[in-house]
């Protein structure tokens, strides 16, 4: 392409600009050069007028003016289009050949390049369409863009370039055009294939590397799609990228033990490739090593690999099962997504982490043994699988969204519950957006928080039963679950999050446990089916915004403590709402808008003996038309902490229980007067209401 790109633009030139005579300092035999007066060397150019014609010997050197001259480079364009040129012979004094030394000398059919030169400049031999073989050098170490572009008689090639580090690049290939050349014979010496060398010989059908050859280079094979074998020698250390991909005509290929990586897309799209073994040398296969080897049946992954780079195995259509070694800790995205024909797969358990998408649309897998080594399942690791049943063992941190959605939309699927301990954040593993594949969930007897959208909108879900290690309900856990009736929760749980049980139309009553410390927004908004009361436990420090909006069917709300924040719009929406009744002396602090206004207007507002002056003056509760004094003596009767330690209301008096006789109990009004401080166990207070006591540095609220 280069090539035609200058071909047009000198064209051009000639058209618009005159002739100028091409400059030379001496002509010897026929042949033009200049002399380089400070290299003392020469250099064999043009003569303008593409006359060279036959065969043509280039001498060594060259005399001129009494002093003799090396003939060290062939320059740019010197024989360009001299088409009646048919071989020349190159001195082994010549180091270099320039850019489009030879180009379009189509009637050339023979040249030698000899071992002195080093460089081979872009479009050297271009458009030589009569050129048949060519032998390139030990000596090389450079071989320029489209060197041998549309040589398309071409049939053989000798590569004998030792260290040869650059051969064209990836837009402008040496060989492209070179659609006859069928012949490759690499030297017994090379210890490089370098970047790009045979990209898109197609007509290749089998080549030799020899076991000098230490590395394959970056793309070195790739397109050659005639090539059906290749074997690589146990001196290769590295397949580079792409180095065979595309070659679709490749159904073997037999990589030696001292291989130790195999490149990103190294054999991608090898579509005839049936089998490979990998030895156990290597450590790593690179991303999309393997990718769309669609007639890859079986595949051995020895134990010396540790990773499995992204999309290694992708598109593997073919292949029906995979057995990962114990060695590797990490699966990677997409590595066998797509392997349509997969039916059985086993992961070790020194596996840390499932990628995302790792084995997406795996179809044909229907069951899956994740071990207890995992700590996290990526995004769709398993999306588009048909798996039935689904065990989350107790190592698992982290879940990533629609980790099992199944291809086949008629599936329900049962979950065993064990992670102790994941809080990821994602959209949920079984929900798909318009709906949830969850019918059945058990958790296991050590799980203490369950992630957000982990059940999220599961219709077909109608019980639960939480664990009693249970310390915490991520966001949205189980929203929209509208066949759940009932909940019990474990008087572990101590924060229920946001949006946890929204929607959950069918949900009749909850009863919460003392344990309890936070209800996030709108927890249980539009929860309709809830009936009559609901009571907040004394420890519950806020109700989020919305928590209970919506809820249609509460009639009384009951608020324990003073401690408690109520955010704005709670109760917002509870239309039947019917009485409120609130424990503590001190209002508890709320917004005007954390309850309805019909409930400001129709409900009864009942606050414990002399605190009605403190509501009706206190934000949220002095929107309240009827509130009433009510003798909540029932209330805090008994008052307990973890050591034992009781503080009991009975008869008007305090009794503490549990401590030391030593220990000294002090009583305090919500003042901050303190009103005793002794070490009887029985004390009379003066007068009804709301008190603190301590002992043995625990503080309790009580009230007459």
Same mark, same amino acid.
């Given at each position: 392409?280069?090539?035609?790109?200058?071909?047009?633009f000198?064209?051009?030139?000639?058209?618009?600009?005159?002739?100028?005579?091409?400059?030379?300092?001496?002509?010897?035999?026929?042949?033009?050069?200049?002399?380089?007066?400070?290299?003392?060397?020469?250099?064999?150019?043009?003569?303008?007028?593409?006359?060279?014609?036959?065969?043509?010997?280039?001498?060594?050197?060259?005399?001129?003016?009494g002093?003799?001259? !090396?003939?060290?480079?062939?320059?740019?364009?010197?024989?360009?289009?001299?088409?009646?040129?048919?071989?020349?012979?190159?001195?082994?004094?010549?180091?270099s050949?320039? @850019?489009?030394?030879?180009?379009?000398?189509?009637?050339?059919?023979?040249?030698?390049?000899?071992?002195?030169?080093?460089s081979?400049?872009?479009?050297?031999?271009?458009?030589?369409?009569?050129?048949?073989?060519?032998?390139?050098?030990n000596?090389?170490?450079?071989?320029?863009?489209?060197?041998?572009?549309?040589?398309?008689?071409?049939?053989?090639?000798?590569f004998?370039? *030792?260290?040869?580090?650059?051969?064209?690049?990836?837009?402008?290939?040496?060989f492209?055009?070179?659609?006859? $050349?069928?012949?490759?014979?690499?030297?017994?010496?090379?210890?490089?294939?370098?970047?790009?060398?045979?990209?898109?010989?197609?007509? $290749?059908? &089998?080549?030799?590397?020899?076991?000098?050859?230490?590395?394959?280079?970056?793309?070195?094979?790739?397109r050659?799609?005639?090539?059906?074998?290749?074997?690589?020698?146990?001196s290769?250390?590295?397949?580079?990228?792409?180095a065979?991909?595309?070659c679709?005509?490749?159904?073997?290929?037999?990589?030696?033990?001292?291989?130790?990586?195999?490149?990103?897309?190294?054999?991608?799209?090898?579509?005839?490739?049936?089998?490979?073994?990998?030895?156990?040398?290597?450590?790593?296969?690179?991303e999309?090593?393997?990718?769309?080897?669609?007639?890859?049946?079986?595949?051995?992954?020895?134990?010396?690999?540790?990773?499995?780079? *992204?999309?290694?195995?992708?598109?593997?259509?073919? $292949?029906?099962?995979?057995?990962?070694?114990?060695s590797?800790?990490?699966?990677?995205?997409?590595?066998?997504?797509?392997?349509?024909?997969?039916?059985?797969?086993?992961?070790?358990?020194?596996?840390?982490?499932?990628?995302?998408?790792?084995?997406?649309?795996?179809?044909?897998?229907?069951?899956?043994?994740? !071990?207890?080594?995992?700590?996290?399942?990526?995004?769709?690791?398993?999306?588009?699988?048909?798996?039935?049943?689904?065990?989350?063992?107790?190592?698992?941190? &982290?879940?990533?969204?629609?980790?099992?959605?199944? &291809?086949?939309? =008629?599936?329900?699927?049962?979950?065993?519950?064990?992670?102790?301990?994941?809080?990821?954040?994602?959209?949920?593993?079984f929900?798909?957006?318009?709906?949830?594949?969850?019918?059945?969930?058990?958790?296991?007897?050590k799980?203490?928080?369950?992630?957000q959208?982990?059940?999220?909108?599961? *219709?077909?879900?109608?019980?639960?039963?939480?664990?009693?290690?249970? @310390?915490?309900?991520?966001?949205?856990?189980?929203?929209?679950?509208?066949?759940l009736?009932?909940?019990?929760?474990?008087?572990?749980?101590?924060?229920?999050g946001?949006?946890?049980? =929204?929607?959950?139309?069918?949900?009749?009553?909850?009863?919460?446990?003392?344990?309890?410390?936070?209800?996030?927004?709108?927890?249980? &908004?539009?929860?309709?089916?809830?009936?009559?009361?609901?009571?907040?436990?004394?420890?519950?420090?806020?109700?989020?915004?919305?928590?209970f909006?919506?809820?249609?069917?509460?009639?009384?709300?009951?608020?324990?403590?003073? *401690?408690?924040?109520?955010?704005?719009?709670?109760?917002?929406?509870?239309?039947?709402?019917?009485?409120?009744?609130?424990?503590?002396?001190?209002?508890?602090?709320?917004?005007?808008?954390?309850?309805?206004?019909?409930?400001?207007?129709?409900?009864?507002?009942?606050?414990?003996?002399t605190?009605?002056?403190?509501?009706?003056?206190?934000?949220?509760?002095?929107?309240?038309?009827?509130?009433?004094?009510?003798?909540?003596?029932?209330?805090?009767?008994?008052?307990?902490?973890?050591?034992?330690?009781?503080?009991n209301?009975?008869?008007?008096?305090?009794?503490?229980?549990?401590?030391?006789?030593?220990?000294?109990?002090?009583?305090? =009004?919500?003042?901050?007067?303190?009103?005793?401080?002794?070490? =009887?166990?029985?004390?009379?207070?003066?007068?009804?209401?709301?008190?603190?006591?301590?002992?043995?540095?625990?503080?309790?609220?009580?009230? $007459?």
């Open positions: 392409m280069r090539q035609i790109i200058k071909q047009i000198t064209a051009i030139c000639l058209a618009v600009i005159p002739i100028v005579a091409f400059a030379y300092d001496v002509e010897v035999d026929g042949i033009y050069y200049n002399i380089g007066n400070s290299t003392k060397t020469a250099t064999v150019v043009s003569n303008g007028k593409n006359s060279y014609s036959g065969r043509i010997t280039i001498p060594k050197r060259v005399s001129s003016g002093m003799t001259y !090396p003939v060290t480079a062939v320059g740019d364009e010197a024989f360009e289009e001299c088409n009646k040129l048919t071989s020349v012979t190159i001195p082994n004094s010549v180091t050949i320039g @850019e489009s030394a030879f180009s379009n000398c189509s009637g050339l059919t023979s040249v030698t390049i000899p071992n002195s030169v080093t081979i400049g872009d479009g050297a031999f271009s458009g030589c369409s009569g050129l048949t073989s060519v032998t390139i050098p000596s090389v170490t450079s071989i320029g863009d489209e060197a041998f572009y549309g040589c398309s008689e071409l049939t053989s090639v000798t004998n370039a *030792e260290k040869c580090t650059k051969m064209g690049s990836y837009s402008y290939l040496v492209i055009g070179c659609t006859s $050349l069928t012949s490759l014979t690499i030297g017994d010496r090379v210890t490089i294939i370098p970047n790009y060398a045979f990209y898109g010989c197609s007509g $290749l059908t &089998s080549v030799t590397i020899p076991n000098s050859v230490t590395s394959i280079g970056e793309s070195a094979f790739s050659c799609s005639g090539l059906t074998s290749v074997t690589i020698p146990n290769v250390t590295s397949i580079g990228e792409s065979f991909s595309r679709s005509g490749l159904t073997s290929v037999t990589i030696p033990n001292s291989v130790t990586s195999i490149g990103e897309s190294a054999f991608s799209r090898c579509s005839g490739l049936t089998s490979v073994t990998i030895p156990n040398s290597v450590t790593s296969i690179g999309s090593a393997f990718s769309r080897c669609s007639g890859l049946t079986s595949v051995t992954i020895p134990n010396s690999v540790t990773s499995i780079g *992204e999309s290694a195995f992708s598109r593997c259509s073919g $292949l029906t099962s995979v057995t990962i070694p114990n590797v800790t990490s699966i990677g995205e997409s590595a066998f997504s797509r392997c349509s024909g997969l039916t059985s797969v086993t992961i070790p358990n020194s596996v840390t982490s499932i990628g995302d998408g790792a084995f997406s649309g795996c179809s044909g897998l229907t069951s899956v043994t994740i !071990p207890n080594s995992v700590t996290s399942i990526g995004n769709g690791a398993f999306y588009n699988c048909n798996i039935e049943n689904v065990t989350i063992p107790k190592s698992v941190l &982290s879940i990533g969204s629609g980790c099992f959605i199944p &291809s086949d939309k =008629d599936i329900t699927i049962s979950v065993n519950f064990n992670a102790i301990n994941c809080t990821t954040e994602s959209l949920g593993p929900w798909a957006g318009s709906q949830s594949y969850l019918g059945e969930i058990k958790f296991g007897d799980v203490k928080s369950i992630p959208h982990l059940c999220y909108s599961a *219709e077909k879900l109608t019980e639960i039963n939480l664990p009693a290690s249970l @310390e915490s309900i991520g966001d949205h856990a189980f929203g929209g679950c509208i066949g009736t009932t909940v019990e929760f474990p008087q572990s749980l101590t924060n229920i946001s949006g946890a049980f =929204d929607n959950c139309v069918g949900l009749a009553a909850v009863k919460f446990p003392k344990s309890l410390i936070s209800i996030g927004g709108v927890a249980f &908004s539009g929860c309709i089916g809830l009936k009559s009361k609901l009571t907040i436990p004394k420890n519950v420090e806020s109700v989020g915004v919305g928590a909006s919506g809820c249609t069917g509460i009639t009384t709300v009951t608020i324990e403590s003073s *401690e408690t924040l109520l955010e704005a719009y709670a109760f917002s929406e509870c239309t039947s709402i019917k009485s409120v009744n609130v424990f503590s002396t001190l209002p508890p602090i709320g917004t005007d808008d954390t309850f309805a206004l019909i409930t400001y207007r129709d409900a009864t507002l009942n606050v414990p003996k605190a009605k002056d403190a509501y009706t003056r206190q934000t949220c509760w002095r929107n309240f038309r009827h509130v009433e004094e009510k003798d909540f003596g029932g209330v805090d009767d008994v008052t307990a902490d973890e050591d034992g330690i009781c503080v209301v009975r008869d008007g008096q305090v009794e503490v229980s549990g401590a030391d006789t030593s220990e000294e109990v002090r009583v305090y =009004d919500m003042a901050g007067m303190e009103i005793y401080r002794g070490t =009887d166990r029985t004390i009379t207070l003066p007068t009804k209401g709301v008190y603190i006591v301590k002992v043995a540095g625990r503080t309790f609220k009580v009230a $007459l």
